[in-house]
């Protein structure tokens, strides 16, 4: 069965410093999206995107982190000067379509010093 | 703004006991639901979806959930479970076809 996949499976960095986390979608999904799960907290919607643009993103996502499809298979996150309140786990998921189930990839846990 | 709520923060059960995990939403419209699982170790795994049609959907493992219109509920259930049932379960709700919102999970842990 396909699925999700997410590297690195856990990174640490220094406060201030940039990382990009990546993931390669299940191969005929056309939909990305990134959530992150803070330690002991629910799991928060950061930005989908289709075609190249963002198509939605929520308050957490601003102009520190960014999204790009940089070829036909990876999708990645980035965060360019990471805070000590980026620490969490984040997920990649994709879908076939709007509105159809979203399928998640294992996490990278990411921790910041 | 859209909101998941789970009422049950950590159950725990024994096996063959009988399941029922709450989970309400607080939007008035059209919406997707889901419950997933996330086992010890592994990542957020789909257990079972409502789009729409009949209320009482079945998912993977003997799980089921009852989409309530009137309550804006959603809950899941299971007649009896086993240990390996021991996991973290997840409402999701997604409104606008994109964006999902999570609640905040339970946690189940089954003795043996």
């Known amino acids: 069965e396909p699925e999700v996949t997410q590297t690195p499976s856990h990174q640490v960095t220094q406060m201030g410093q940039e990382v990009i986390l990546r993931c390669v979608p299940i191969?005929?999904?056309?939909?990305f999206y990134w959530y992150r799960q803070i330690l002991g907290q629910k799991v928060e919607f950061l930005v989908s995107f289709y075609n190249n643009e963002i198509s939605e993103k929520s308050e957490i996502f601003d102009d520190q982190f960014s999204v790009e499809r940089p070829d036909g298979s990876n999708f990645t996150l980035k965060i360019r000067s990471t805070k000590l309140e980026d620490s969490a786990m984040y997920f990649c998921?994709?879908?076939?379509?709007?509105?159809?189930?979203?399928?998640f990839g294992p996490g990278t846990r990411l921790l910041v010093l | 703004a859209q909101s998941v709520s789970q009422h049950n923060h950590h159950v725990i059960l024994s096996e063959a006991a009988s399941l029922e995990l709450g989970c309400n939403y607080s939007?008035?419209?059209?919406?997707?639901l889901f419950w997933y699982v996330q086992y010890p170790g592994q990542h957020l795994q789909l257990l079972l979806k409502?789009?729409?049609?009949?209320?009482l959907v079945k998912g993977i493992k003997g799980f089921e959930a009852e989409f309530i219109k009137s309550k804006f509920s959603f809950n899941l259930r299971k007649p009896s479970v086993q240990w390996s049932d021991t996991a973290e379960y997840y409402c999701?709700?997604?409104?606008?076809?994109?964006?999902?919102?999570f609640g905040t999970g339970t946690k189940l842990q089954v003795i043996p």
């Open positions: 998921a994709s879908s076939d379509g709007v509105g159809e189930t979203q399928y």
């Open positions: 409502y789009f729409s049609g009949d209320p």
């Open positions: 939007y008035g419209g059209t919406v997707n």
């Open positions: 999701a709700v997604m409104r606008g076809y994109q964006k999902v919102t």
């Open positions: 191969s005929n999904h056309l939909y």
